[in-house]
């Protein structure tokens, strides 16, 4: 039993933990660096160096602005602003306002009107035609059709005359018609006009929808701010001495436009072509009711120049 006891007191002294001994402490890291690491990014960008402070923009001048301005670059108001247009604009966009479009609206009316009057002469020329063919031949047919406000037309025997009104206001080169004339020269108002055109066209080519036969312009009416008008065309229009200032729109004037343009048309036969131009047509003519051989009108001879 004595030789025991050692050894059980030996164990107990290696479990026995040391009394700790004194251990330096770490030395305290300068605030500076801490500081400098816990500002740092994570990202990559952060390696690049902090830009410089860029120098203070020097003020802008007084005689520049970034807002709105007159024409003689002084500030009306600040940038984003709103404010009223300077006067002097303003006075530009009157004057155009009042010169062109008041000028082009009242054309535009006296181009209506005279439309009307084309209307109304042309369903009382159809009527008075009617009534004196009926009795030598009812198979002969003289019809007005009215398409909408801005078209209408007449049909006899196998002429289809088209009446068009263009709705806008149009104007000429300085050399051209009715310009060079001291009547238009006096007054620029009268440089504007309204147009109406006439064209023939085979009344069959409508009948039949035949898509691809002609239509011929017969003539066209001028109409300026004055209610006057100029007639250019064919020469079978009988055309009268086209004085604008001698010509001012009357239902006799209109009915004399009307007449003409029939009288053009009746005269002016239809021309089968040469043979060998038709003997042969597409499917695509077939379907379309081409298979027949189209013909033209000849004999209209299209003059522009009148005199003053």
């Not at 309204?194 to 929808?209: E, L, R, T, V, W």
């Amino acid at each position: 039993m004595a030789k025991s006891s050692p050894k059980k007191s030996a164990a107990p002294e290696l479990l026995i933990n040391p009394e700790p001994t004194a251990t330096p402490e770490p030395a305290p890291v300068p605030a500076r660096r801490k500081a400098a690491k816990a500002a740092k990014p994570s990202t990559a960008a952060s390696a690049k160096p902090a830009a410089k402070p860029s120098a203070p923009r020097p003020a802008a001048p007084e005689t520049g602005h970034t807002g709105a301005t007159a024409t003689n670059n002084q500030p009306t108001a600040a940038a984003g602003s709103p404010t009223e247009a300077p006067a002097d604009r303003l006075n530009q966009i009157f004057e155009g306002l009042k010169q062109k479009s008041t000028a082009k609206q009242a054309i535009y009316r006296n181009t209506q009107a005279a439309f009307d009057c084309l209307r109304l002469v042309s369903q009382e020329l159809v009527l008075e035609l009617s009534r004196k063919l009926t009795p030598f031949d009812s198979s002969v047919v003289i019809e007005y059709r009215s398409i909408n406000d801005m078209e209408f037309h007449i049909r006899f025997s196998g002429d289809l005359l088209v009446f068009v009104m263009h709705s806008n206001i149009v104007t000429f080169p300085d050399d051209y018609g009715p310009m060079p004339s001291k009547y238009v020269e006096a007054d620029f108002r009268r440089r504007f006009f309204g147009h109406i055109m006439a064209y023939n066209f085979m009344a069959d080519s409508i009948k039949y929808q035949r898509l691809n036969d002609p239509g011929y312009l017969v003539g066209r009416l001028l109409v300026n701010i004055n209610n006057h008008y100029f007639l250019e065309g064919v020469q079978q229009l009988e055309l009268p001495d086209n004085d604008m200032s001698d010509n001012p729109v009357t239902p006799d004037s209109m009915r004399l436009f009307v007449e003409s343009a029939m009288i053009a048309a009746v005269n002016n036969d239809l021309i089968a072509p040469p043979l060998p131009e038709i003997q042969k047509i597409s499917v695509k003519q077939k379907l379309e009711n081409q298979q027949v051989s189209r013909g033209s009108k000849v004999g209209f001879s299209f003059s522009a120049e009148q005199a003053f």
